[in-house]
């Protein structure tokens, strides 16, 4: 079951580093700025922590606008499946 709520950025970890395109993140931060954030990031709940591997682009843009939450379509997993992303 997916759930979707606004989830506090600074509870979300990200254990997979990525290069962002400054530039994309730039055009982003400009339409959040103007319309809001319109398409969710996907996180997966694990023993209630959350972890973010897509979305990085949006949630760089939305941390550096100082949004204190961030939108996010909600997936529990167990442990298992957070180990695959890991691997």
Do not use: W
């Not at 709520?5 to 400054?22: A, G, H, T, V, Y």
């Not at 100082?66 to 691997?87: D, E, Q, W, Y």
């Amino acid at each position: 079951m997916v759930r979707v709520e606004d989830i506090p950025i600074q509870k979300i970890r990200r254990p997979l580093f990525r290069q962002n395109d400054q530039a994309k993140v730039a055009a982003l931060m400009e339409s959040i700025q103007e319309i809001g954030l319109q398409e969710p990031i996907d996180v997966l709940e694990v023993d209630g922590e959350y972890y973010g591997f897509s979305g990085c682009h949006r949630y760089e843009a939305c941390t550096r606008l100082g949004h204190k939450t961030i939108r996010c379509r909600v997936r529990r997993a167990p442990r298992s499946v957070l180990k695959m992303h890991l691997a």
